[in-house]
Structures are given as structure tokens and as C-alpha cells.
């Protein structure tokens, strides 16, 4: 049973960090280009957008992540769409990282004071150049540090994925445990990664948000 | 002479926010070259009146014209009348990720099509014009209130529009900054320029108004030549409202 040297634990758990890495990405990645939609579709002033917007973001905020990998493994496949874990746990952290961004990304652009739309069409500007050149880029700013911020939230959600089987760190982690019952090592180990992921983008933020919050 | 049309003016003008109306057929004829002071209590519906000119604020029956052409319609159509207005507000609006110098140029590029050289160079132009020609690469945080407003002022005059409107301009600046904006827009008056002016300053009023227009409740209560306005006001409410600003 322990042909699994300490090393041999090490690397093993090690060797699973890209697709920790590479679901991370995938889920931040997606979630921000469905965001970017579904943020634009709310400025384009229509209420009924607005109200659709805000439903499907409500309903996936309320739902726990977990229950959405569930409905993504089990649930497509009734539908005859064949899954793979990667796949369920993908389409269930951007969905789960859309949500969150489009609410961040939304405010931030309510945050715009109306004068400077008002100053900007005032001169004439066209309401695409409005929000392109005047409000985006002030948007921007004010949306950065919590974004950059989630990203710790979504690799952390990663984690998730191993309970629909898909091999990441953690799922490694649980496969090891249960064949050289070393809890201690190598869940300290999975830890030790963990944070090694997201302190830097925890400091990051931090100073983003010093940074455009001294700048204004 | 008669032929030749107002620069502004305002046609049997309503305007209803929900229930409350806040223009109620207001008729004014603003001359060219004309300097206008429009003043009333807070509520009177002076803002208003101005931010329908360039169509900030859309009203609902009467006509506005400027220079003969209706200001009502389409989005392309206002953009088109908002070219020939330029407008300073009251809490300066600059934008906050540019300099002086970009905040200037920013419409001359997207809506005249100049050039970047071009704007930037008619910009610094006005920037002098306004005295700020040294903090053209300033962003607005780095300055004062007073200073950002002629900065507020110069990217209105960059447009090189036929009117300026300006909505309570000093409103919002301490009092030590008052009179350098004051002093800034006392030498535009004496370019040409169609000028309609939302302000308490009656001093400034006194200075440069052709007319001063007195509101209230949405209505024109008072209409006239300032040495008349400040000699003899015809209404009570005129009467108490000059008490209470000039005491």
C-alpha cells in the first residue's frame, strides 16, 4: 500500500497543479467574456434586458456552487449532451463567475457619476464614444481590485470540481488520503499550493485597490 | 433687422416631472450676442429651462429654437444642436482619468474631427484664454475647484459653439474661488458670444447681463434689463428673493 514515498506524494499532488490552474483560468476566463455580454447588455437601456440580466444572475447567485456542478454531471446528460467532469465543472464555474463579475462590473459602471455622461453627450459625443472613451475607462478603475479579488474566490471554487471527479489538487489530495492515510502531509501540502496561488493575487488587489482609490 | 432669428427661443415651453410640472409655458426670446441671467428660488425651474436647450432635459409641449431650428428629435439630430451649445455645470464634471489638455480635446476629436494637433492646439489656446495655460497636464484631482471649473470652461469654448450655457457655475466652489470664474467668464462676455447664465452672482449680473429673467414655479415671473430688475422689481416674489440673496 505505501509504494507513496513522501516525495513520491509531493510530486503526484504537484503534477496535478496545471489543471487546478487550467480550470481556474477556464472558469475566469469565460465567466469574464459572459460578463462582458451580459454587462453590455444591460447599458444598452433596455428594462426588459435589465430585468432578465438580473433574474439569471439572482438565480445562480442563490444556488450553492456545488449544486450547480450537480445539475451541469448529472443533469446534462438526460438531456443526451455527454459530459466530462472537466466539462461540468467548467461550465458551473463560469457560470458561478459570470454572475459574480456582471454584478461587480455593473455597478461599477452605475458608480459613473451622471454628470460625466452628461457633460460628455453635453458636447455632442455619441453615446457608444460616451461610454467607450468616458465612462468604461472610470468603470474600469473602479472595478479592478474586486475583480482581480474574486480571482482568489475562483481558484478556491476549483476545489469543488473534485467531488465530480474531476483530478485537480484536491481530488488528488483525496485519492492519496485514502490510499496512505497522511492527512496531515498532504492536505498541508494542497494548503501550502493553495496559497501560494493566492497570495500574490490577495496583495495585488490590495494594492490595485490603493493605487485607483488615491488616484480619484 | 426683424428677419433675423433669436438665437434661442422658447415657445409656450411645459415640462412635467411625474405629476409636478416644472416649466409651465414659458416664452423667451434670447437675441444674439445676448448675455442672460436667469435666477429664482432653488425649485424655480431655472436649471431646467437651460438643460432643455441642449436637450439634457426633454420638454413636453412648446417649441425650442435655436437659431431658428427646432431643438427637439432624434438622438443624431440633438447631437447636432448639442454641437452648437456648449455647457459648464455646475459641479465642473471634468473627466477624471484625463488632463486638462484631453479633457479639452476629447469632443474636438470625436465630434468636430479635428486633429490631434489641431485640438490640442486650440485647446491650449483657450487654456490660456482662461488663464490655466501652466496646468495643462494637470488631471482634475490635482486641482482647485476654481481651477478645474475654467478648465470646465476652456473644453466648453474649445467647441467654438454659438451659445454657452452655463448652470450655476460658481454653486459649488468656495467662496475664495468664486470670483477668478467670475472674472474668466466677465471677459467672455465681451466676445460675442450668446451667453445664458444660471447664477445667485448678482453682482456679475449686474456687470454683464442684456437681461435678467426671474422664475418662479416653473413660470417667467420677471423679464428685463438689469438696472431696471435691481432699481424696481415688479413682483413681490422678486422683491423678497433679491432680500434674501443680497442680505
Redesign the interface.
Known amino acids: 500500500m505505501s509504494q507513496f514515498t513522501t516525495w513520491g506524494i509531493v510530486s503526484t499532488i504537484i503534477g496535478k497543479l496545471p489543471w487546478t490552474l487550467c480550470l481556474s483560468l477556464i472558469a475566469f476566463l469565460g465567466g469574464a467574456v459572459v460578463a462582458s455580454l451580459l454587462t453590455l447588455l444591460t447599458t444598452l437601456g433596455s428594462r426588459l434586458a435589465d430585468a432578465c440580466v438580473s433574474m439569471v444572475i439572482a438565480t445562480i447567485q442563490s444556488m450553492p456552487l456545488l449544486m450547480l456542478m450537480f445539475l451541469c454531471f448529472f443533469g446534462l446528460p438526460l438531456l443526451q449532451v455527454n459530459v466530462s467532469p472537466l466539462l461540468a465543472a467548467s461550465v458551473a464555474l463560469i457560470a458561478f463567475t459570470a454572475a459574480f463579475l456582471t454584478e461587480t462590473w455593473r455597478a461599477a459602471l452605475k458608480a459613473v ?1 451622471r ?2 455622461w ?10 457608444g ?1 460616451t461610454l467607450r ?2 465612462v468604461l ?2 468603470a474600469v ?1 473602479i472595478a479592478t481590485p474586486g475583480t482581480v479579488g474574486f480571482l482568489v474566490q475562483v481558484v478556491k471554487a476549483t476545489a469543488l470540481a473534485s467531488i465530480v471527479g474531476f483530478m485537480e489538487i484536491t481530488r488528488a489530495g483525496t485519492v492519496l488520503n485514502n490510499i496512505t492515510y497522511r492527512p496531515f502531509l498532504i492536505f498541508a501540502i494542497i494548503g501550502a499550493l493553495y496559497m501560494a496561488i493566492n497570495l500574490p493575487i490577495s496583495l495585488l488587489a490590495r494594492r490595485l485597490e490603493r493605487r485607483f482609490t488615491f ?2 | 433687422m426683424s428677419q433675423v432669428a433669436p438665437a434661442i427661443e422658447f415657445r409656450k415651453v411645459s415640462k412635467w416631472f411625474g405629476d409636478f410640472r416644472v416649466l409651465s409655458e414659458v416664452d423667451l426670446k434670447i437675441g444674439k450676442g445676448e448675455k442672460v441671467v436667469v435666477c429664482g428660488p432653488s425649485g424655480s425651474g431655472k436649471s431646467t429651462l437651460v438643460r432643455c436647450i ?1 436637450q ?1 432635459e426633454r420638454h413636453q409641449q412648446g417649441d425650442i429654437l435655436l437659431g431658428g431650428t427646432t431643438v427637439a428629435g432624434n ?1 443624431a439630430h440633438i ?2 444642436i ?2 452648437r ?3 459648464v ?1 455646475q ?1 465642473f ?5 484625463m488632463t486638462a489638455l484631453e479633457n479639452c480635446c ?2 474636438q476629436r ?2 468636430a474631427w479635428r486633429s490631434r494637433t489641431e485640438a490640442e492646439d486650440v485647446a491650449r489656446a483657450y487654456l490660456e484664454r482662461v488663464r490655466i495655460a501652466d496646468k495643462a497636464g494637470s ?1 482634475p ?1 490635482q486641482l482647485s475647484g476654481g481651477q478645474q471649473q475654467r478648465v ?1 470652461i476652456a ?2 469654448l474649445c ?1 467654438q459653439s454659438e451659445v454657452l450655457l452655463f448652470d450655476e457655475p460658481t454653486s459649488a466652489l468656495d467662496p475664495e474661488m468664486i470670483r477668478e470664474v467670475l472674472d474668466v467668464m466677465v471677459t467672455l462676455a465681451g466676445d460675442g458670444l450668446t451667453m445664458v447664465c444660471v447664477t445667485h452672482e448678482m453682482g456679475f449680473a449686474r456687470q454683464v447681463a442684456d437681461k435678467i429673467v426671474f422664475m418662479d414655479h416653473g413660470r417667467i415671473v420677471e423679464e428685463g434689463a438689469p438696472s431696471d430688475f435691481f432699481r424696481q422689481q415688479k413682483t413681490d416674489r422678486a422683491r423678497e428673493f433679491l432680500a434674501q440673496i443680497l442680505h
Open positions: 457619476p454628470g460625466q452628461e457633460a460628455a453627450m453635453a458636447s455632442g459625443m455619441k453615446h464614444d472613451v468616458i475607462p472610470q478603475r488616484n480619484n | 441642449n439634457l438622438a447631437r447636432g448639442r454641437r451649445v456648449g455647457m455645470f459641479q464634471n471634468l473627466y477624471p482619468h476629447v469632443a470625436l465630434v488631471y484631482h470646465a473644453r466648453a467647441m
